[in-house]
């Protein structure tokens, strides 16, 4: 079955230092991976995504994430946090029986001045 | 371009009310998802439509809920009756086709079941 989990509940970093949101998935063939961000009372909003290339695929708001095939992960990052990027984080997969988004639980991230 | 729109942006009801959700999503995206999400949760798919037809309801509690998508373009979600359970933010989205290449989100509907 195919899945996508989020390790941490929650992470805390100082502004200013790198942040890393953790990612798995499982799926049958290739990978279709997303990450949204949601902001208090706000919908998803589209970070970036993963279909084929480059490991490295760089968002919105100076985030990228790193594609992992051999330990099948998808981790957001960003090199120096800022207390606006404090926000809920969602990373997907897509179902490739029938293209839907597969969900994690979310990581909730909290940037300390 | 202009976004996904919904509204009412909150409600309050009893259960055994009734409710219902409307959303408006971006010019030319076919295809339009309803998704529950429950505080701490992430986003369950409730219901999926190609223009104005459902691909999907499998998830969809069809005893309480209805949704259509007429003329292909604005959508309406229902409840009745609701249930304390139903207590949730409902997401709208569009893609321009259904191969979930990245979905729009509108603000969603905070919906409250007292």
């Known amino acids: 079955a195919q899945s996508v989990a989020q390790p941490e509940d929650q992470v805390n970093v100082a502004e200013g230092n790198p942040l890393t949101v953790k990612c798995t998935y499982s799926?049958?063939?290739?990978?279709?991976l997303f990450w949204y961000v949601q902001y208090p009372n706000r919908g998803l909003q589209f970070l970036l995504k993963y279909i084929t290339g480059d490991n490295l695929v760089k968002g919105s708001y100076g985030f990228e994430a790193e594609f992992n095939k051999s330990q099948t992960s998808f981790h957001l990052k960003k090199p120096s946090a800022l207390v606006s990027d404090s926000a809920l984080y969602f990373c997907a997969v897509r179902d490739d029986s029938n293209y839907q988004l597969i969900w994690g639980a979310g990581t909730k991230l909290i940037i300390k001045p | 371009e202009a976004g996904v729109a919904q509204s009412p942006r909150y409600k309050i009801i009893e259960k055994r009310q009734s409710v219902a959700f409307w959303c408006n999503p971006i010019s030319g995206h076919a295809t339009l998802y309803w998704y529950q999400q429950i505080l701490g949760q992430g986003p369950k798919l409730l219901i999926q439509?190609?223009?104005?037809?459902?691909?999907?309801d499998s998830q969809l509690p069809k005893d309480r809920f209805s949704a259509e998508r007429l003329k292909g373009v604005d959508s309406t979600l229902k409840i009745q009756p609701a249930k304390l359970e139903d207590s949730a933010v409902y997401l709208c989205?569009?893609?321009?086709?259904?191969?979930?290449?990245?979905?729009?989100f509108g603000p969603g509907t905070r919906l409250t079941v007292t």
């Open positions: 989205a569009s893609s321009l086709v259904g191969t979930a290449i990245e979905q729009y």
């Open positions: 799926v049958s063939g290739n990978p279709y």
């Open positions: 439509f190609q223009n104005n037809g459902v691909v999907d």
